[in-house]
């Protein structure tokens, strides 16, 4: 593995938001979510799609925080423009487990 600096790693921009809407998301390839999270005020609002739907119910995701880099190009998938790029592992099974702060943060609050 190639290792980078500080500087590489402080390029990319990752912060907190808080879903306030998850829709179904039919036209995807895989399962997956529109969701709208809500940076704060310096990002604002931002549009995601994300493959949740095997560990997560639509309505157990409005009011989570989650992390997403925010400093990516927009990626059009399909009829959908996502804006940022929600973070989350795989476990074992290959689905998507959220990366969450572990207390409230407030919205936009960067990772360092």
């Known amino acids: 593995m190639a290792t980078i600096s500080y500087d590489d790693f402080a390029r990319v921009d990752i912060r907190v938001g808080t879903i306030i809407e998850a829709e179904e998301f039919p036209e995807a390839r895989r ?7 809500d940076f704060g005020p310096e990002i604002g609002m931002r549009r995601s799609s994300a493959q949740l ?11 989570r925080q989650v992390a997403a880099v ?5 990626k059009q998938i399909g009829r959908f423009m996502s804006e940022v790029l929600v973070l989350g592992f ?9 990366i969450e702060p572990e207390r409230p943060v407030p919205n936009g609050a960067r990772l360092f």
């Open 70 to 74: 925010v400093n990516f190009a927009p």
């Open 90 to 98: 795989p476990d074992d099974a290959g689905r998507v487990v959220l």
């Open 53 to 63: 739907p095997a560990l997560y119910a639509r309505d157990s995701l409005v009011g």
């Open 31 to 37: 399962p997956a979510y529109r969701l709208r999270i």
